[in-house]
């Protein structure tokens, strides 16, 4: 595909609500990352898959945050019983490297932003 | 865990002026990347270091990266208004997956 897309690109939840984020990585790309960016900071770790492995889960803050991407392509992020602190950017990234880290170009989707009320 | 430390947050400069942003890391890194976020934008990957002591350069930008490779910076020469957005450092280390510094936004006045 032409780029990491992600759906919705804005989202207004009250708090308690269920929210599903989708993201759609460059076709091929094996890796695939999400990260929660907060208002005036850099974006912060979630979780990290592997094809359909999720290999790295240690960012996620609660139980309440839930990341899978069964076939290995699309991946959802949901989080259950939203609070105001979830409010933020969540970005998605993939990378056609097998290995998380060194070496490889991470292309972001154009994220999105969740406002819990 | 390891920490991606930049600075300055924030810095205003007039267009044809130099720009400098740094990076500090707790540990010892594997490789820095660079992104820059224009406002109301996604990180867009500018370049990576790997090696001790390297030096890139993308046109008016030049990358460095410590000898101890625990710090790294980047330097804009004559800024331009279109060099305007949050410059992230992001560091690897082991098998760990990046860690981004909270960025220093730019601002360049015409």
């Known amino acids: 595909g032409a780029g990491v897309s992600q759906s919705p690109r804005y989202k207004v939840a009250k708090r308690g609500q269920d929210v599903a984020l989708r993201c759609d990585p460059i076709?091929?790309?094996?890796?695939l990352f999400w990260y929660q960016q907060a208002l005036g900071q850099g974006p912060e770790f979630l979780t990290y898959?592997?094809?359909?492995?999720?290999?790295?889960k240690s960012g996620l803050p609660s139980d309440r945050f839930f990341a899978e991407r069964p076939e290995g392509s699309v991946s959802t992020l949901k989080i259950q019983r939203t609070q105001q602190e979830d409010s933020a950017v969540y970005l998605c990234?993939?990378?056609?490297?097998?290995?998380?880290?060194?070496?490889?170009?991470?292309?972001f989707g154009p994220g999105t932003r969740l406002t819990v009320l | 865990g390891q920490q991606v430390m930049q600075i300055p947050q924030y810095q205003h400069v007039q267009e044809g002026e130099d720009f400098t942003t740094y990076c500090n890391s707790s540990?010892?890194?594997?490789?820095i990347q660079w992104y820059k976020q224009r406002p109301g934008g996604h990180p867009v990957f500018l370049i990576q270091?790997?090696?001790?002591?390297e030096v890139k350069k993308q046109k008016r930008l030049t990358f460095q990266f410590g000898e101890a490779k625990k710090n790294s910076s980047l330097h804009i020469t004559a800024t331009q208004t279109t060099d305007v957005g949050t410059y992230f450092c992001?560091?690897?280390?082991?098998?760990?997956?990046?860690?981004f510094g909270k960025g220093t936004m730019l601002l360049v006045s015409p």
């Open positions: 990234a993939s990378s056609s490297s097998g290995t998380p880290h060194v070496g490889h170009t991470q292309y």
């Open positions: 076709s091929g790309h094996v890796s």
């Open positions: 898959f592997q094809n359909e492995a999720q290999l790295d």
């Open positions: 540990t010892t890194l594997s490789n």
């Open positions: 270091l790997v090696k001790s002591g």
């Open positions: 992001a560091g690897g280390s082991g098998y760990s997956t990046l860690t």
